[in-house]
Each structure stands twice: as C-alpha cells, then as structure tokens.
C-alpha cells in the first residue's frame, strides 16, 4: 500500500523552521556542518550525529515544533484514518543523510542500498504501524528514498514533493541508497501512526528493543508510556 498525501507546505512549514534554526538551505547543511564521519554503521542511521542530538534538544522538543507539528497531525496525518483517534510517534524523527556521505543501517547492502522492513532486527517496529515520510528537500535520484513497488515489481524511489507525504505500509521493503552521491543534502521527517483500534498488544512481545543506548521490551517501548501519543 502506497499514497501520496497533498498538504499545504506553507502552513507546515518545517523547511523554513529547520533552515532557520541552522541558517542554511537545508540542501546545502553539509557545507556548514561538520559531520563526524564519512560512513555511519548504526542501528539508526544517522542518529549518532551529534548535530541530530542537539536538534532535537534546541528545536523538535520546543513548543514552537510541537505545536506545529500536533496541528499537522491533526490536519493532514488523521484524515488519512477518516479521522478516528489514532496512535501517532509522539514527535517525528529527523534524518540527515549529507551529501557525499554514507549511511549504512542494515546488517546486509542490497545493490547498493539499505533495504529492510522495520519490523526487522534491531527496530522491531510493530506490523500494525503505517509510514509516513516527508522530505525536507526536493530530492533527485541519488539521495531520494526507495521502496519496492509490488504491483511493478521493481525498486524505485519515491519521487515525492517538499508538498507530499510519502505513506507506505509495514510490509513494504525500503531504505535509501548507503552512498548519497548528490552534492544535495537530504533532509527529511517519517513517522509512524495506526488507528488506534488496530493497536493490539497481542502482537506485542517481550523481544528486547534498544533505544537510545536503553533496554526496552517491545511491548514496553510501543506504548503511549514511551512512543506513540493518542490524537
Ligand atoms: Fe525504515
């Protein structure tokens, strides 16, 4: 299952918040930031920049991004579920994959790039969730997303606006390629959210799950207590 959602970009307009915060067109971070390594090998991604880190504590975490981002949940993600309640991360994930650099989050690259599921070690992401990925650039080939498309049957990117979200199901293989070649950074946002009457902790084990250098089980971490908030 695949969609592309239309919202309006300048009442959501996290492109402008972000390149105010680093005062820097966001394609071109790479070029004012200095990231630690030119190969990452983590579990998530590109979550081991220390500029990642001090984002969140500086920016994603401040009244002014949650506030936009609850209305956006409210006003672009819960249609998508005609609007019952839903269960949705309580803040989005923000990814740099910086030009020339390589990220590599998969135990095994396949031609090239990081495909998985997200239900596999080590995320062990609930198959109830829906993905939500938004781009915080316009992408070109090198540096977008990719998917496999199961009614063509072929690997293909994304191709979608700084204006769309990208939705895809839990059973759809994807991930970027290891080495972003374009001289653009990507930057971007993903999510997940279920409605809630699909949250079903029978489906939920003890599996342990590793989070931010913690020990949680599974049915611990996917829960209101760590992970999801109800909208
Ligand atoms: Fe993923």
């Given amino acids: 299952m695949i969609?592309?959602?239309?919202?309006?970009?300048?009442?959501?307009?996290?492109?402008?918040?972000?390149?105010?915060?680093?005062?820097?067109?966001?394609?071109?971070?790479h070029s004012k930031l200095v990231f630690e390594r030119k190969f990452s090998e983590t579990a998530g991604g590109t979550e081991e920049f220390e500029v990642l880190t001090k984002t969140y504590d500086k920016l994603i975490t401040k009244p002014i991004f949650k506030k936009l981002w609850v209305s956006f949940v409210v006003d672009v993600v819960k249609p998508y579920f005609d609007n019952r309640p839903i269960l949705i991360q309580k803040l989005p994930s923000f990814r740099i994959f910086p030009s020339k650099h390589s990220v590599k989050y998969v135990n095994k690259i396949t031609e090239g790039y990081n495909k998985h599921l997200d239900s596999e070690p080590p995320y062990y992401h609930p198959e109830f969730e829906t993905n939500f990925w938004l781009p915080l650039i316009e992408c070109d080939f090198l540096n977008d997303f990719y998917y496999h498309d199961l009614e063509k049957d072929w690997y293909r990117r994304a191709d979608t606006r700084i204006d769309e979200l990208f939705v895809f199901g839990s059973g759809i293989v994807h991930g970027n390629r290891v080495h972003n070649e374009s001289s653009n950074t990507r930057c971007s946002l993903d999510f997940k959210a279920l409605a809630l009457d699909d949250y079903d902790t029978n489906l939920l084990t003890d599996q342990i799950v590793l989070k931010r250098g913690k020990k949680f089980k599974q049915k611990e971490w996917y829960s209101t207590k760590h992970y999801y908030m109800e909208i």
């Fill in 3 to 29: 969609k592309k959602i239309q919202f309006d970009v300048d009442k959501y307009n996290f492109i402008n918040i972000f390149e105010k915060y680093f005062d820097e067109k966001l394609y071109k971070l």
